[in-house]
């Protein structure tokens, strides 16, 4: 039901765009699910309630962007869905990142990360290669921000940060690489499919041309056999006016 209500207008499109499209919806609704949980495990677990306030509005943050999202699918724009999804999403993430970092320091690098090593993955899943690289600069730049903010507490926790930053600016980095590079093999692969069908297509209308010549060939073959039996019979029925007229004269001599 839900899925023929989104993704009506994607009857008869290309099966890649068909797939993206129902993808993107799962992933709509599943991303609904886990944001209802992020306030839930916060108070669970006993964070401050500042921590479960700004993790509860972020989460419904998050929810409108993806609501909106859906709405736009529906009506047949895929790219339009993502990008409405996707772009508000980033810098949403960045600025409630650096808010989080600025009222508390030391989770400054455990929270919030996370949600941008999959939103890397996201991009080179539904967007465009190059889409990927922007979004790792604009993460990188937003790790490096919070590592100013943060610097200067005390000697452990700033150590912390410090390694946390390098060690995240690279998960950032290798992510990134490697969905570009995952995708890029998927779009080798996809481009071979795409060249290997249209050749077979090709080749499936030679075949056609071939049959087609040869069945014009045999229907002439065919209407030469009849013409010739036709000629067979005139020929026989003269003869056999030429027998009866040596019969006549044979009889008039």
Do not use: H
């Not at 943050?61 to 772009?87: C, D, E, N, P």
């Not at 690289?133 to 790790?143: G, P, R």
Request: some cysteine; charged content about 15%.
């Amino acid at each position: 039901m839900l899925k023929t209500f989104f993704l009506r207008k994607f009857d008869g499109r290309p099966f890649i765009e068909c797939n993206k499209a129902r993808v993107f919806l799962y992933y709509s609704f599943f991303m609904l699910a886990l944001l209802s949980f992020i306030p839930i495990g916060y108070a669970a677990l006993g964070a401050p309630s500042g921590v479960v306030l700004r993790g509860g509005l972020g989460a419904i943050g998050l929810a409108v962007v993806i609501l909106v999202s859906l709405a736009v699918l529906r009506t047949g724009r895929l790219s339009g869905a993502i990008a409405t999804y996707a772009i508000p999403t980033i810098f949403l993430m960045s600025a409630v990142r650096l808010l989080s970092a600025r009222a508390d320091p030391p989770t400054a690098y455990g929270t919030y990360i996370f949600y941008m090593l999959y939103l890397i993955v996201f991009i080179a899943a539904f967007g465009k290669r190059w889409q990927v690289i922007v979004t790792m600069f604009i993460f990188v730049a937003n790790n490096l921000a919070v590592l100013f903010m943060v610097r200067g507490g005390e000697g452990t926790i700033d150590t912390l940060n410090d390694t946390a930053f390098v060690n995240s600016t690279l998960g950032l980095a290798v992510t990134a690489i490697s969905a570009y590079s995952l995708v890029s093999l998927m779009d080798a692969y996809t481009a071979i499919l795409g060249a290997n069908a249209k050749s077979s297509e090709n080749r499936m209308r030679d075949i056609e041309g071939v049959i087609g010549a040869t069945r014009g060939g045999l229907d002439v073959g065919s209407s030469l056999i009849g013409e010739t039996q036709s000629m067979d019979s005139s020929i026989e029925a003269v003869g056999k006016a030429l027998e009866a007229a040596k019969g006549r004269l044979e009889r008039l001599s």
